[in-house]
């Protein structure tokens, strides 16, 4: 049975938007319809909401006492349970944000500092994955399984073909600005497998590679071939995905699962105007529901989201708090931030079973081209993931290519999503872009703050 949705409110407050810094750098004045959409107004009531989500936070217990300060600045002081947004307030702002060794840091108010969770090396090769992707618009985020960020870029261009001069547009990475496409099918799969669906029955379609059709939901004269759900997620065929959510699922179960893994609409105590995702299931069945469940319709994801999304699968169904800042620095020292605790979403059974069919995706599905054996990733190291592609006039003719996912599929140490709003011209793809990332994440020598040192 499917589990409650998460107590995002008081979980998520701290790390999504946390600052993106940024009215000024997601281009508030811009006339860019996009730009204007997550920027300007929509940042600008940041502070307040963090400040209410701070005072939820601490709200019915005693805050941690403030440590004594005998230790030098830069030394490591005693541990204590600081809340995360009471301790920030809203004031990190990304754009001040400082290389410090092997870290970053933010100057925050009164003297202090936030020591953030980004790595450097995966930092500095998300931002060169967008310059090379060249996309009007585009977004990265890496994740520790634990829900450390370890890289948080997004880029936009001035011209809407893209091209090789882009700006810093932060925004683009905690706001659910491209529709989910096929990655939406992971939350299908999860409510379908959750109903009971075998993922290896057989289910025979025909057609379903740009479209879904009345034709497509029941038992046709056309039906020509046959696989099953894992093939239909794997290889992203929608005509498989919208039979099957059709047959075996009510649109108030696909609702539930999705608002579960974080496709629930206004989240308000993320700051900045963060969130997840949004979606709107059709409250009966028809080709509307079929499209919806394929990903075609009514869902959209933010690259937090996306990261979030995959990481559930790669953790077994829980879903982790995101955590941008890993302590603050004062005067008494150094103060570890003691992250939220994850709360479980999908029964681990129906976690398994989907993280499964992704590996597929990366073996001989819709990103195995992109996966096999390049770019320094050996081919026994295997990554789960899902692709999505999607055509949107509105608001730019733009065509949405997603990856999400984790690696190793093992073993997981990081979860990735990638999202690129490119036009017909294009230079790279999101399954391409996660290769080179998840590559360089796990490479040998590396030691990182991934939680674990590279692959074997």
């Known amino acids: 049975m499917l589990l409650s949705r998460p107590k995002l409110v008081r979980n998520l407050a701290l790390a999504i938007g946390i600052g993106v810094g940024a009215a000024a750098l997601a281009g ?16 600008a009531a940041a502070p307040a909401r963090v400040a209410e989500a701070a005072e939820a936070a601490t709200r019915g217990g005693e805050p941690a006492a403030r440590d004594a300060g005998k230790k030098a600045r830069g030394k490591r002081a005693a541990r204590r349970d600081l809340p995360g947004d009471a301790a920030l307030a809203g004031s990190l702002d990304l754009s001040r944000m400082e290389l410090v060794g092997d870290h970053y840091e933010v100057p925050l108010d009164g003297g202090r500092r936030a020591v953030l969770t980004l790595d450097p090396t995966l930092q500095q090769a998300a931002e060169k994955v967008l310059a090379r992707a060249k996309a009007p618009r585009g977004a990265v985020v890496i994740t520790a399984t634990d829900g450390r960020i370890l890289a948080y870029a997004g880029r936009r261009t001035e011209d809407p073909k893209g091209g090789k001069d882009g700006i810093v547009d932060l925004g683009l990475v905690n706001t659910a600005w491209a529709p989910a496409a096929s990655v939406f099918k992971l939350v299908s799969a999860s409510a379908m497998i959750d ?37 239909g997620l794997a290889h992203s065929q ?152 999607l ?26 999503a990638v999202v690129l709003g490119n036009t017909d011209l294009w230079w790279l793809k999101a399954h391409t872009a996660a ?3 998840v590559a360089e994440a796990l490479k040998p020598a590396r030691t990182a703050k991934s939680g674990k040192s590279g692959h074997q």
């Not at 508030?28 to 940042?43: H, N, Q």
């Open 28 to 43: 508030g004045g811009s006339e860019d319809p996009v730009a204007a959409r997550i920027g300007g107004t929509a940042l």
């Open 195 to 231: 109903a009971g669906v075998d993922p290896h029955g057989k289910v025979c379609y025909h057609g379903g590679l740009r479209s879904v059709m009345a034709s497509n939901l029941e038992d046709d004269k056309h039906d020509n071939k046959c696989a099953d759900l894992s093939y």
């Open 238 to 389: 929608n005509a498989i995905i919208a039979k099957l959510a059709h047959q075996h699922l009510e649109p108030a179960r696909l609702r539930e699962t999705a608002e579960a893994l974080s496709f629930g609409g206004d989240l308000p105590a993320w700051s900045m105007g963060g969130e997840a995702g949004r979606s709107e299931i059709p409250d009966a069945k028809g080709v509307e529901f079929g499209k919806t469940a394929a990903g075609f319709t009514g869902t959209y994801l933010s690259p937090v989201g996306g990261a979030l999304l995959a990481n559930t699968f790669a953790t077994g169904g829980e879903m982790v708090t995101p955590r941008l800042v890993d302590a603050i620095v004062d005067d008494g020292g150094r103060h570890d931030l003691t992250a939220a605790p994850s709360t479980r979403v999908l029964p681990a059974k129906v976690a398994r079973t989907v993280a499964a069919m992704m590996v597929e995706t990366c073996d001989s599905g819709s990103a195995a081209k992109a996966f096999r054996g390049k770019d320094g990733l050996p081919r026994s190291v295997k990554v789960a993931g899902k692709t999505g592609t």
């Open 391 to 416: 055509s949107r006039d509105e608001p730019l003719p733009l065509q949405y290519s997603w990856f999400v996912g984790f690696a190793p599929a093992d073993d997981p140490a990081i979860s990735v």
């Open 435 to 437: 290769r080179m990332l």
